[in-house]
T-cell receptor, first 113, second 113 residues
């Protein structure tokens, strides 16, 4: 069975600084996909970044990038130049050929002005 | 394109009642997944429907059921409500291929008294 673990329930970062959110996963599949989703307070969940496991290159989206360590089954999210609008719950998720997405328990990110 | 919509947005029910929640996916999307979100538990997968067929389901009791219509709209039903069913219920849609980004609705917040 797939599992996704986010060991940091809450993180804080100063505005304009960099923060890294951790995620580890476990799957027996060789082909899978990893995601980071953002859920702002009282707003809809949206995709931050997506990584295909067969691609060794780390995905990036503007200020958001991942550190994908396949052997270690680690998929951390780095947010550079943090902004107040980055404050949200961040969820890591994994799916692999079963149309079932497994989510972690989330990390609440606070951005301090 | 219009996003994923969910109705109603808020519901208050009492123990023992039943409830039906509705989800309309993005136009052209044929897959709808349902999740239960509670504090500290993250998103728990309920089930996924594609072209009116359930392709996968999570580990929830039989009180939780769903269906999908020919226009891809989906409903989930919870019978004999329990206090522990209080949660935010999210649906997400995709075209239906493996590994796609899910697009989430705003959720239905259910409170069981």
């Amino acid at each position: 069975a797939q599992t996704v673990t986010q060991s940091q329930p809450e993180m804080s970062v100063q505005e304009a600084e960099t923060v890294t959110l951790s995620c580890t996963y476990d799957t027996s599949e060789s082909d899978y996909y990893l995601f980071w989703y953002k859920q702002p307070p009282s707003r809809q969940m949206i995709l931050v970044i997506r990584q295909e496991a067969y691609k060794q290159q780390n995905a990036t989206e503007n200020r958001f990038s991942v550190n994908f360590q396949k052997a270690a089954k680690s998929f951390s999210l780095k947010i550079s130049d943090s902004q107040l609008g980055d404050a949200a719950m961040y969820f890591c998720a994994c799916t692999s050929g079963t149309y079932k997405y497994i989510f972690g328990t989330g990390t609440r990110l606070k951005v301090l002005a | 394109k219009a996003g994923v919509t969910q109705t109603p947005r808020y519901l208050i029910k009492t123990r023992g009642q039943q409830v039906t929640l509705s989800c309309s996916p993005i136009s052209g999307h044929r897959s709808v997944s349902w999740y239960q979100q509670t504090p500290g538990q993250g998103l728990q997968f309920l089930f996924e429907y594609f072209s009116e067929t359930q392709r996968n389901k999570g580990n929830f009791p039989g009180r939780f059921s769903g269906r999908q219509f020919s226009n891809s709209r989906s409903e989930m039903n919870v019978s004999t409500l329990e206090l522990g069913d209080s949660a935010l219920y999210l649906c997400a849609s995709t075209l239906g291929r493996d590994g796609e980004t899910q697009y989430f609705g705003p959720g239905t917040r259910l409170l069981v008294l």
